[in-house]
């Protein structure tokens, strides 16, 4: 059984699981939606995101120097309960975290975070290339917001490609750990030092 792409991002969609869990499922099932839906179901990977609404008030902050004391993060990650807080899992998570944060230098955790004028500054650029481009009238919306979408891909830290593995986004991981843990879990901040430069998050 071949397994695409397609296939692994129409289970995603269905479940919100992670892309490693998705492709793991339709190996399982030799490629049957309807089956690698249920076996996502059993591991409760489907439902990790329905976790979200509740209280995430314990966690941790970690702290992580880089390249010779020249880039600095802290990071907080929330979760519910002090037993996952103190976990080999989410504390694995939250130092990756902080690595992925010092080599990628996010704008935010995610779309609602961005500045709306840097939004719209960027967006006015791509509808402007796209002109002048000379592309027909009616598909420079979808340019446009094809680049406006690359961009957040770039600059928002939830959106981002894992810097140890491209094929899953920050994202991708965080669904992972809260399946793992049964617990919702949320980046709540962080902030990016570099020396001789004003680079906050």
Do not use: W
Not at 5 to 32: F, H, P, W
Not at 173 to 195: C, D, H, M, P, S
């Amino acid at each position: 059984m071949q397994l695409t792409s397609a296939m692994v991002k129409d289970l995603r969609e269905k479940t919100n699981a992670g892309i490693m869990d998705c492709k793991a499922a339709l190996q399982e099932t030799q490629g049957d939606m309807e089956k690698a839906v249920d076996y996502l179901r059993q591991k409760g990977l489907a439902v990790a995101r329905k976790r979200a609404g509740r209280v995430a008030s314990e966690g941790l902050v970690h702290s992580y120097i880089h390249a010779g004391g020249k880039i600095g993060v802290m990071v907080e990650v929330n979760c519910e309960t002090d037993f996952t807080a103190k976990s080999e899992p989410f504390s694995d998570f939250v130092k990756n975290l902080a690595m992925h944060i010092a080599a990628t230098n996010p704008l935010a955790i995610d779309r609602e975070d961005l500045a709306p004028e840097l939004v719209e500054r960027e967006q006015s650029v791509y509808r402007a290339q796209a002109l002048d481009s000379g592309k027909p009238e009616k598909i420079i919306d979808k340019i446009t917001e094809g680049k406006l979408n690359k961009f957040y891909q770039e600059v928002c830290l939830l959106e981002q490609s894992y810097v140890r593995d491209t094929d899953v986004t920050i994202d991708d991981l965080l669904n992972e750990l809260r399946a793992k843990t049964g617990e919702n879990i949320l980046v709540r901040r962080f902030t990016r030092y570099q020396l001789g430069e004003d680079t906050t998050g």
